[in-house]
């Protein structure tokens, strides 16, 4: 699931907004500076022109009459908080006024030029004050403008998206002319030709399972006509054998038809696992009775029930078990109930390196994934390969851990879901 800080439309209107700040920082350096260079120019420019003029006609003894809010003094009539102040134009503050302050010297000794009522303050107030408004309107103008772009950008690749989730067979923005047009129309053209495969591998596998029940009918009823002979009769052992592969066969291929439907799990009846999972151990105790090798059941966490086919769980659980007792020479070989989960545990040598990698990184060599087995062991083809599909089917998942002492442990572990 997208995250906030992941999400594309965060990304732009931070990238918007970023710019925007940016963009006002520049324009308010440029306007300090503009601000600065009008006040030097209109009141200390201002105050020189004063000072010019009055100087001359002071040392003249002609009146100097200036105008308001403007003042001129020299040598003691200097006021005493702006005697003593470096030549040049300056800010003064004198009894909590403001002031300008031009001070100088000339050959009749020092002199100031005071500006006592600029408006220039009041009005460079105002000019950073509408710049500060300005400012802050940019940014959210900005920042609006970055989600209304984000929306019309990432709505339409959400609605896509969700589109392809829900396996739409109307994809949207296919009309579109831009980019997200091309995007579109080649998610359609991907998610048909994989559909078209998808539909033609589920009619494959559901026409051959079809076509496998007739013999494997046939073969089992032949197989049953000899076995009705008895025990002592000729060919009794070989008839078993062929009726017990050829209803292995046939629970492989009701497994195959099974998964060729879409799975929809919610409408199925709830499944005891400890129950099937007790019964593929007394279904397999033929495999080890004459071996030492002993297959047993344990309750271990409890039963618990998941909305599944039968036939699904008794084929998951009874491949593990089957392969298990095939492969282990000697020992033991526990079926054992967890915590929503069922694993086979045996004594055997274990799975090779090579088996374990295809396992692992869910691959399927030649022939499928190959069944536990000890070193050079080829496997049954259809084992873990089976269980892995039939899991997949099931949203629950297949795991190998090494078992302490040699070999092998198999843990089906069912989601919560599942379960009603």
Known sequence: MMTASNSLRRHIVVAYTLYSFGFVLFFALIAAFAVEGIEEHLVDNRLREVAEWAAPRQAGNLPVEMPAGLSFHRNVDIPQSLRGLPPGVQEKTVDGV??????????????????????YEKVELVVYSVFAIGFIGFLLFSYFLGGYVARRLVTPITDLAEAVLADHPKLPSQKRKDE???????????????RD???????????????????????????EVI???GEGSAGYAQAARIYRAAQEAAECVTVLLLLARAPQLDEQAEVDVGQVARGETERYQSLVAARPVRLEFDGGAGSFVVSAPRELCMSAIGNLVRNA???????????RLGERSVSVEDTGPGLPAAVRAALEAGSQGAGGVPSAGGSGSSGTGLG??????????????LLLHDRPGGGSIFVIRFAEVSAR
């Open 98 to 119: 403001g002031l300008h302050v031009l001070a100088g010297h000339d050959e009749m000794g020092d002199y100031v030029a005071v500006d006592h009522e600029s408006d």
């Open 180 to 194: 997200l047009g091309v995007l579109a129309r080649a998610f359609a053209a991907h998610t048909a030709q994989l």
């Open 197 to 223: 495969v998808l539909e033609r591998e589920r009619f494959f596998t559901g026409d051959v399972s079809h076509e496998l029940r007739s013999p494997l009918t046939v073969i089992m009823g032949a197989a």
């Open 227 to 229: 076995m009705a002979q």
């Open 325 to 335: 007792c095939q492969y282990t020479e000697r020992g033991t070989v526990t079926v």
């Open 384 to 397: 873990l390969a089976l269980v892995r599909r039939i899991c997949s089917y099931l949203g629950a998942s």
